[in-house]
């Protein structure tokens, strides 16, 4: 079992900056990602990131936003900058545990995240 809580969303103006942070508790995590869901549309893959520290990330952040992790605090974080009107939404960060002959998927509650324009 896996427990993801995030936070360091809030209240920002275009072209300002922020951090959100993911904890998990539980098993190491292997693939985690930050999802995004805007008010009507469906949530979407905003990055991705293996254990190595590969990462992946939609078009619409790249240059933007930056993934990282910490693997010896099992944590993800979020570097938001340059953010836009159309970066508003809930951020959830997902995480994928592996074993043999298994894959757990675990989602945070969700973290708000408003850009004023």
């Known amino acids: 079992q896996v427990q993801l809580v995030e936070s360091g969303g809030g209240l920002v103006q275009a072209g300002g900056s922020l951090r959100l942070s993911c904890a998990a508790s539980?098993?190491?995590?292997?693939?985690m990602m930050w999802h995004r869901q805007a008010p009507g549309q469906p949530r979407e893959l905003v990055a991705g990131i293996t254990r190595d520290g590969n990462t992946d990330y939609a078009d619409s952040v790249k240059g933007r936003f930056t993934i990282s992790r910490d693997n010896a605090k099992n944590a993800m974080y979020l570097q938001m900058n340059s953010l836009k009107p159309e970066d508003t939404a809930v951020y959830y960060c997902?995480?994928?545990?592996?074993?043999?002959?298994?894959?757990?998927?675990?989602w945070g509650p969700g973290t708000q995240v408003t850009v004023s324009s």
């Open positions: 997902n995480a994928l545990v592996t074993g043999p002959g298994r894959m757990e998927n675990y």
């Open positions: 539980g098993s190491i995590t292997d693939y």
